[in-house]
């Protein structure tokens, strides 16, 4: 058997088995790290994990930072299966919540909230898809990157959200930046409250029933994308663009389809923002999380499950990250921060660079067993 002949990893071990080898080598040097700043590797983790899943509190804000990543992550996750990448979900979440904000304030003081959220709920779809559709058209028709393309919208969502706010938006006599307060109506319910209904005690939180959207949203992605005649022609123009057009598949009209359910996905970022916990429109609600719906994306491998699993990571993180700056003062955000960082670089720039490795450990596990049983 050549050193240098490629073995292909089994489905299991390649969605499983290398994500979690990733994650535990990140989290080993992450050791190291704090380590070299004189503190307890073992109580950074142990205060990193009571601060994520310790206390219904702290659960909560995490999954309340998960169901941002799910959103974004999933947005990334249809792009990739089409062989694009969408950068473009920090604008598509402004549009979504430009479009949640403004069905808020034009309903929210009129009708019921049955009326009024799933409308919002649509505008933010809308308004995110349509957002991801320039770019897409110029991606399929004119062969302009959507790379670079949706870049450049990033930065002309945060111009256009700056206008409406300043221009035409902000509420009279406030010194902020921001839209007058929602009506009660266009207000997601928060979890606490829903427990509350059936008697079950739950503390307050950010986390409102938008964690209810990213669960429908994770399942409809991936039985559209692996169990419809659309989702399909979809991964078929990613994996094989010439194959699938020979197959009577339109590359063009794929592209387009995958980037406007792409940013359909990121602007429901702005329900779980602005409707179930900020109640107005300000500047300041995505502050990243397109750009981490990638890292959220590459370490799930694009699959909705894995989106969901790696969202939840994030989302430890962050709430984590906040509990041990807080609770360690020898450990800074900014070292929360770096901790994050190589999680990313293990799971996500480096995702593969174990599974030659592995792949080797199987293929003589694989041999030697059909050795003994021949």
């Known amino acids: 058997m050549s050193s240098s002949q490629a073995y292909e990893l089994p489905r299991w071990m390649d969605l499983g088995l290398l994500p979690v080898l990733n994650l535990g080598m990140a989290l080993a040097v992450s050791a190291l790290v704090v380590a070299f700043t004189g503190q307890d590797p073992a109580q950074a983790l142990s205060l990193l994990l009571r601060g994520a899943f310790g206390s219904a509190i702290g659960f909560s804000y995490t999954l309340y930072y998960a169901t941002t990543f799910v959103f974004t992550g999933l947005a990334v996750a249809v792009a990739y299966h089409a062989g694009l990448f969408n950068i473009g979900g920090e604008g598509q979440a402004m549009l979504g919540g430009i479009g949640t904000s403004l069905v808020a304030l034009w309903l929210g003081d009129h009708y019921p909230a049955w009326a009024v959220l799933p409308v919002m709920v649509a505008a933010a779809m809308l ?47 406030n010194m902020t930046v921001e ?73 063009a009209r794929q592209v387009i389809v995958a980037m406007c359910v792409s940013g359909a996905l990121a602007g429901l970022l702005g329900v779980n923002e602005l409707a179930g916990v900020q109640g107005r429109l300000r500047l300041d609600y995505v502050v990243g999380a397109g750009f981490a719906g990638i890292a959220v994306s590459l370490i799930g491998r694009n699959h909705p499950v894995g989106v969901v699993l790696a969202a939840l990571l994030f989302g430890a993180l962050y709430q984590g990250g906040a509990e041990l700056s807080f609770e360690m003062p020898g450990v800074s955000r900014d070292m929360v921060f770096t901790l994050q960082g190589l999680i990313v670089l293990f799971c996500g720039a480096l995702g593969q660079a174990a599974a030659p490795s592995l792949a080797r450990a199987w293929a003589r596990w694989s041999h030697a067993k059909e050795a003994s049983h021949g």
């Open 127 to 173: 308004f995110g898809m349509l957002w991801a559709a320039v770019p897409a058209v110029l991606q399929a028709w004119r062969g302009s990157h959507v790379v670079i393309t949706t870049i450049m919208f990033n930065f002309l969502a945060s111009a256009l959200l700056s206008y409406l706010l300043v221009e035409m938006l902000k509420e009279p006599g």
């Open 179 to 251: 839209s007058r307060a929602f009506g009660a109506a266009a207000m997601m319910p928060g979890v606490s409250d829903a427990f509350a209904t059936i008697g079950i005690e739950w503390p307050r939180s950010p986390l409102n029933l938008s964690i209810l959207l990213a669960i429908a949203a994770a399942i409809a992605v991936y039985f559209w994308l692996w169990r419809s005649t659309s989702g399909y022609a979809v991964r078929t123009v990613g994996f094989a663009p010439g194959a699938a057009q020979y197959a009577g598949i339109r590359p």
